[in-house]
């Protein structure tokens, strides 16, 4: 059977979404501007979300100290190196907030990103917090040339766990800046970690009704990986009952359960998250792979008979927060 979105997978893929925006694959390389964040700079805090390791994220290539053009080229070489085929790419502005810098700085890096010949668009990874009406409205003039997405890190829709992670900003300021980008028909990623403390299966459920309702074009999704040196390690050896762990299979049917509710307009970027297992400060699930992940829960819908957004109507009703 053939979905809404244009192929077979029993969900949204965003090998898929590629196809539908840009009629062929592209790649994303992904680059260090070397801008910081309000959550490490003393804006809002020093010590910075009690989740976040940059370093495990970013390929050996990204390099702040190198112009972005540079970098680009180097992932490139990087891939071609290993025979990936290269043709159009997606710059992605990955590392820390990439909209937090005057805009004068912003318009230098995504416009020397966008010279290079390949490129196709950008994606441009952030805070909600940051992201003021004049940087919103020069993505929303860039878009008119050139693709630009901008990945916003929600993480979670409830305040007490924000506070509790050292956030530094609320779910209120998330969904304003998701409001503002729809307004502006730039297309967003949502970024959402599963496991922060104190949050629940139930929880991640019902916060389907609010993403169904604002505007995203693809969604990423993490189970939480307690990451080696990070507070949130030191908080996990302490309370370790506040930590909905799953393990492999119940990830599998949890994604299965969430994605039958989530609307079938969301395009899924990632399902799990992925990081050398030497940053690991707890369970690896001996070694599955982000694409062992995607395979488990193909399987499940297809035993299921089910897909994306097959029970949406069940939580379309948003909570009365959301304008
Ligand atoms: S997760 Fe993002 S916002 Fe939080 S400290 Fe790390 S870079 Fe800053």
Known sequence: MVHAWGDETP?????????????????KIPVDAGFTCPNRDGTCGRDGCT??????FAPRYCDSQ??????????????????RNMGAILVYFQSYSNTYAPLEMLK?????????????????????????????????????????????GIESL???????????????????ALSALAQREIPTCGHLIFGLPGETPEMWMQDIAILNHVSLSTLKLHQLQI????????????QPEDFHSFTAESY??????????????????RLANEVPPRYLNTNTWHGLRHQDIV???????????????????EVSTPPPFVS
Not at 66 to 83: E, I, L, T, Y
Not at 295 to 313: D, E, M, P
Request: glycine content about 4%.
């Open 11 to 27: 969900f949204y893929t965003y090998h898929q979404y590629l196809n539908n925006t840009f009629g062929h694959q592209i790649r």
């Open 51 to 56: 989740f976040c390791l940059n370093e495990a």
């Open 66 to 83: 190198k112009r972005v053009s540079q970098q680009v080229a180097d992932g490139v070489a990087f891939h071609a190196h290993r025979r």
């Open 227 to 238: 990451l080696q040196g990070t507070p949130i390690a030191q908080e996990y050896a302490i």
């Open 252 to 269: 599998m049917e949890f994604l299965a359960d969430y994605l039958e509710r989530l609307s079938p307009d969301i395009a899924i970027e």
């Open 158 to 176: 409830h305040d007490k766990t924000l506070r509790r992670v050292n956030r530094g900003h609320d779910a209120a300021c998330t969904l304003h």
């Open 108 to 152: 230098r890096r995504y416009e020397e990103a966008l010279a290079v010949p390949e490129v196709q668009g950008l994606v441009i990874a952030t805070r909600p917090d940051c992201l003021s009406e004049e940087t919103l409205d020069y993505l929303s003039a860039l878009q008119k040339h050139s693709y630009i997405c901008v990945e916003i």
């Open 295 to 313: 395979q488990g829960v193909c399987v499940r819908l297809q035993k299921r008979q089910s897909w994306q957004g097959i029970k949406k109507a």
